[in-house]
């Protein structure tokens, strides 16, 4: 199967065109960090038609952080100076803003104050809520100079019976 996940940053502005039978075509240039710090990061073309095309281009803008779902397409371009050219092109087919839930630049995180600030791929993390359910806790132990409970936590409301073992002569026919 060929399908992507992206998380990439728009560096161009979504172009919106319309083919010969009038569907929407919604094009984009798009980056992505290197594989190891001094790498540069790579920048491909990414395309989104039909309804897609229509998002991107009302709701998506350079400098976007974005995470792109969707498969790619090595293309064949014939080149002025006589040789052929593949590229690579992202067909998009669902795409998503990173950040705080909206569609603008997510917030920056300022590095040092000598640098620039640096946006943030985090989303931010949901606060944990306390329990308010007793049940499975184990109760803390209680100072010494208090008298000690059990700490048998088996339970001791049924009585034991031992299961008969069926005699092997007394099949029923």
């Given at each position: 199967m060929n399908n992507f996940i992206l998380m990439a940053e728009i560096i161009q502005e979504p172009q919106l065109r319309h083919t010969p039978d009038g569907l929407e075509l919604a094009e984009m240039m798009v980056q992505f960090p290197?594989?190891?710090?001094?790498d540069p990061p790579?920048?491909?073309?990414?395309?989104?038609?039909?309804?897609?095309?229509?998002?991107?281009?009302?709701n998506h803008h350079q400098g976007d952080r974005i995470l792109l779902e969707g498969r790619l397409n090595m293309n064949t371009i014939e080149r002025p100076e006589g040789f052929k050219e593949k590229r690579a092109e992202l067909t998009i087919q669902r795409i998503h803003p990173l950040g705080a839930g909206t569609i603008s630049s997510p917030?920056?995180?300022?590095?040092?104050s000598s640098q620039?600030?640096?946006p943030s791929y985090e989303s931010p993390l949901p606060?944990?809520?306390?329990?308010?359910n007793n049940i499975g806790v184990i109760p803390q132990a209680e100072p010494a100079s208090t008298t000690p409970k059990s700490t048998n936590y088996e339970r001791t409301?049924?009585?034991?019976?031992?299961?008969?073992?069926?005699?092997?002569?007394?099949?029923?026919f």
């Open positions: 290197g594989l190891r710090p001094d790579a920048v491909l073309k990414a395309v989104g038609w039909g309804n897609t095309a229509q998002e991107i281009y009302q917030p920056s995180i300022p590095i040092a620039k600030t640096v606060t944990p809520t306390p329990a308010i409301t049924y009585p034991a019976t031992k299961k008969e073992e069926p005699n092997g002569d007394d099949i029923p």
